[in-house]
């Protein structure tokens, strides 16, 4: 039995799954994998610290409002948390920042830096940071590892790496945001947009501005993050061609339906003479295409490669535990040898 | 730059596009994997068995109707030219047997006892063989790999062994056989069975007998082969529910469409408190469905499993060369570490 020291940067909704789901699989670890785990360390913004090198407890870690209750050892700073923890890995789930990558680029150059296995959900250090972090994981033999970053937990990157050795891309569209697809599907439903939104913000899938999802930004990160993982191409977000849900009317729905479609956000990006051609845009989209059935928050992506026809990839019903398992399989495929 | 010396036994179209892939791999495999290969035997049917540890000619071996005159040393079966060929890995693909899996499963055991990875695209051998072959691959520290037996090239083993970690298969559903699927497609186009089943011989994806696609038996085989490898159970083909596309109608697909809906053989297996249930049957499917615009040779695949939403892979445009890269790819997966 091995046993593997864990890290969290982050502890919200995604970080307690991701334990939830450790303590789930804590025998099918064991039996099937050789397997045990401790968390040693976790760091949140608003709900303290706790390193402890023997092991935090679980439960008590996902019940507690306050956690520097439990520490053994106190750090001032999420780099001096990371200076400090024991751990083989980090999980790393602050918010967002997708111009910068900070704070997530720092806390995992230096969880590499330390020894650890650096893994996270956060989209912002793929597009800041990637080729930096590859090269130091590289450099200190370990892994930097990111699925949850497109499509939740669905194998997207992992598939790439280490299903489709010798496969090139040279194209992909996709349906990547989650929020603007539940959204056109409400309005298909009858809602109007204002409505739709308000729906996605009770159930927690739109932020109290929605601008990053409904303007295309999310999703034109998530382009970036596909083009510059798997095809090489460490484009920014502002040189994908963009164009949000806001201008499409209710009556446009309609128009559309009358005709048998439907309106999605598609994301798509293709190699050229001059370099790729990344764009994210609304386009009507008939019943012969494998995206039409891709409704609420519900994604798919369909790559083009020189080795296989198109091969498409589908995720239904996402949700903080498919984003969990992610990280989780994150973690797994960086300790087992497949 | 380390080198693989290959064998084949079976080179009719898949055999032959494999060494077409390796060409034109071959710097991409120095550059990116540090591989280079050579072929040091090919043993057929009909058009001679070549042995030589110095390396074969691939172009010479692709134009030949003879290879007898390339060998430097002679064999005079299948099993005896595994035990004279020097060869890291054995491509195995003769004529698929359901019945028994041989003579491929003596194959793959040869190939395994001298040491070599043993992978085919043959569905008979994870049939009739699947835990024996496994078992005796391990002992070895060698691989049996078989992604192109179900859905060509497209990674679904090595997703689940590499990229899906402590992921448990609940249920599956899926279109697997391009044959009845392209018969369903004419139909809907306005061609008898009859004439459908003319165009699938023409095209090469029916046999003289279509009976084994026709009603069913591949389909089932299929599935077999996902409940025994996913799901751990190893079924007969015979503990398939099964029915075959024979009395589906021109009427039948006419009324279909008038619904707006399609007929598709659906593949799919269960757990249940009695075991897995798995059946091949026509169904009614609507534009709700992923399964409605899966048509002619694609194919698709859901699983619902215990850690994700459902999780669709979908393969369009197959072919010889899509199944010969699923084999490349089994020969990479089994040599490099992701």
């Known amino acids: 039995l091995k046993e593997y020291r864990l890290a969290f940067i982050g502890f919200g909704n995604v970080g307690k799954a991701v334990v939830r789901l450790f303590m789930e699989k804590e025998d099918e670890l064991k039996q099937r994998y050789q ?12 709900h303290g ?14 019940d507690a409002s306050d956690i520097n209750q439990f520490s053994k050892i106190t750090a001032d700073s999420p780099i001096d948390f990371l200076n400090k923890v024991p751990a083989d890995v980090l999980f790393e789930n602050t918010p967002v920042n997708y111009e910068t990558g900070l704070p997530a680029v720092d806390h995992l150059r ?24 590859s090269e130091l994981a590289k450099q200190q033999g370990r892994k930097f590892f990111f699925e949850s970053t497109v499509m939740d937990g669905a194998p997207i990157f992992s598939t790439f790496r280490a299903a489709l050795p010798a496969a090139n891309v040279k194209s992909f569209q996709g349906i990547l945001n989650s929020t603007t697809n539940m959204i056109l599907t409400r309005m298909e439903m009858g809602e109007s947009f204002d409505q739709a939104v308000t729906h996605c913000q009770k159930i927690g899938i739109a932020e109290t501005d929605p ?5 295309g930004w999310d999703a034109s990160v998530k382009v970036v993050a596909l083009t510059t993982v798997l095809m090489g191409s460490p484009l920014k977000p ?11 009317s209710a009556a446009d729905i309609e128009a559309a339906r ?19 051609q990344a764009v994210v845009r609304p386009e009507l989209i008939g019943t012969d295409s494998p995206l039409y059935n891709v409704n609420g ?42």
């Open 258 to 276: 009358q005709q048998g479609k439907r309106w999605k956000l598609v994301c798509s990006a293709k190699r050229t003479p001059m370099g790729i």
């Open 49 to 62: 610290t706790a390193i402890d090198p023997n092991g935090l407890d679980p439960k008590a870690l996902l």
């Open 110 to 133: 230096a969880a590499l830096l330390a020894g650890m296995h650096a893994i996270t959900a956060n989209k912002g250090p793929i597009v800041n940071a990637y080729s930096e972090l």
């Open 238 to 248: 502002s040189q994908v061609e963009r164009k949000g849900i806001r201008e499409i």
């Open 211 to 215: 601008s990053g999802d409904v303007d």
């Open 297 to 338: 928050t519900s994604s798919i992506v369909q790559f083009e490669t020189d080795v296989l026809g198109l091969l498409s990839i589908v995720e239904d019903n996402p949700g903080p535990h498919t984003t969990a398992y992610g990280l989780f399989a994150d973690f797994l495929n960086s300790v087992v040898s497949s």
């Open 35 to 46: 397997i045990s785990y401790k968390i040693t360390g976790v760091a949140t913004q608003s």
